[in-house]
């Protein structure tokens, strides 16, 4: 079953705990601090492989979850690092983000990866907080959360040559003559639901992979008849061949097919428009194809494109026209690939602050949250290191600019203060 499209979530292992202890010897009597710091949680990974063709597995598994880190523990032990969940996915998986529709990653090569959810650090130990007026402190960090996340995964599938055209015009024929791909083939339209990938075979060292794409339609631009569905598996393509019924038996002229197919390519993406584009005349076995020909072959020639006579049915004038596309694809000039928009990195200390949903004020930003995530409020050292930092960002200021009153409540993530002013 080919699928092209997924929504998964993924969530990321938080941090351990760091660990707050004291060495304990005989003859000792004040051993000094010796926790460990937590252990990494694990990540999730998307990897792309060259065996997956389809995003069927994500039918049936939506959610991937790491585990956390282990705890660090005494004698300056180190906890584990959680082990990373990988997620295999076809090449030419594109990642968006599910609510914004950023496009975050596009994974095109062969063992390319992309980190979709990072695990949280692991806590620092109380060992780690040694000073020279501190001999002996007394707290530890809490492991830091991993992030979590919705996203949409799209397939694009990665060929050479694209064969596009109105249903029924022969594309699913052709290749299931010049490839071993074997679609399904009937004498009604839109017998192809799905894209169909065969590889073509010059000789013994030269082949280039070909796709058969869904019938288009017009307004298929606009999404019609699964436009754009369809139309996203040929952005990839290197060259179109462009297939025509030369015969016109359905009541539809050839010239007319040429201009609307091209219509729809050029509404959908400039880019595809500008593809490198050789057209093919099928079905020229017919008699009516004869005489539509010379009409075609001038007009296609004035829009700048090469024409070739086939007929899917015998199998005439097929080598010609994969020589033909593998010609073209030697003389193809790369386009500028499109840029990855990305997460785009912000000031971790930067913070703002909002009127709260069920507190008077909300505070918002990366540090401030991540602190709030991993401060032991149960240990006054801890919480006095919090209130040292929470002013030395500024938020105590920056509160009171909004008109924070004593006994007012803020909350930051998940935790809820009232504000005392220091």
């Known amino acids: 079953m080919f699928i092209d499209r997924a929504r998964i979530y993924v969530e990321a292992g938080a941090g351990g705990d760091g660990a707050s202890s004291f060495r304990r010897e005989k003859f000792v009597e004040k051993g ?50 959680a082990e990373n969940v990988v997620i295999r996915v076809p090449m030419g998986t594109l990642i968006k983000d599910d609510a914004t ?31 020279s007026t501190n001999r002996a402190p007394t707290f530890a960090e809490k492991g830091e959360p991993g992030t979590a996340s919705w996203l949409k995964l799209e397939l694009k599938l990665l060929a050479d040559v694209g064969l596009v055209g109105y249903p029924s015009v022969g594309k699913s024929s052709i290749i299931s003559r010049v490839s071993a791909a074997k679609p399904e083939i009937a004498a009604y339209p839109f017998t192809t639901l799905t894209p169909v990938l065969g590889v073509v075979r010059i000789d013994t060292e030269r082949s280039f992979v070909l796709a058969d794409i869904p019938g288009l339609i017009e307004g298929a631009h606009k999404g019609v008849g699964l436009g754009h569905d369809f139309l996203r598996h040929v952005e990839r393509t290197k060259v179109l061949l462009h297939v025509i019924d030369a015969s016109g038996l359905d009541g539809r002229d050839p010239v007319e097919d040429f201009d609307k197919i091209n219509e729809e390519l050029a509404l959908y993406s400039e880019k595809l428009a500008a593809r490198r584009q050789l057209v093919v005349a099928n079905k020229m076995d017919l008699p009516e194809a004869e005489e539509n020909f010379e009409r075609l072959a001038a007009y296609v020639r004035e829009k700048g494109c090469e024409i070739i006579k086939v007929s899917a049915a015998t199998g005439a004038g097929l080598e010609e026209l994969m020589y033909k596309a593998y010609e073209m694809l030697q003389s193809y000039v790369p386009e500028p690939e499109e840029e990855v928009e990305g997460i785009r ?26 602190l709030v ?3 032991n409020f149960d240990n006054d050292e801890a919480l006095h290191r919090f209130q040292l930092i929470w002013r030395k960002l500024g938020i105590e200021e920056a509160l009171k600019e909004k008109g924070v009153e004593e006994g007012q409540s803020v909350r930051i993530r998940d935790m809820v203060f009232e504000f005392k002013e220091q």
Do not use: W
């Open 345 to 370: 990195e912000e000031d971790p200390d930067s913070f703002q602050i909002v009127p709260g949903v069920d507190t008077d004020f909300e505070v918002k930003g990366k540090n401030i949250e991540r």
């Open 101 to 131: 529709g950023v496009i975050l990653a596009d994974l095109t090569d062969d063992g390319q990866s992309f980190t979709a959810a990072r695990g949280g650090r692991g806590g620092k130990g109380n060992a780690c907080y040694v000073t």
């Open 32 to 81: 000094g601090p010796n926790g460990g710091n937590g252990g990494r949680g694990g990540s999730v990974i998307l990897l792309a492989d060259k065996n997956l063709n389809t995003l069927v597995d994500f039918r049936y598994k939506r959610k991937f979850v790491a585990r956390r880190g282990n705890g660090g523990g005494n004698n300056n032990c180190t906890g584990a690092a």
């Open 373 to 375: 995530a991993m401060t």
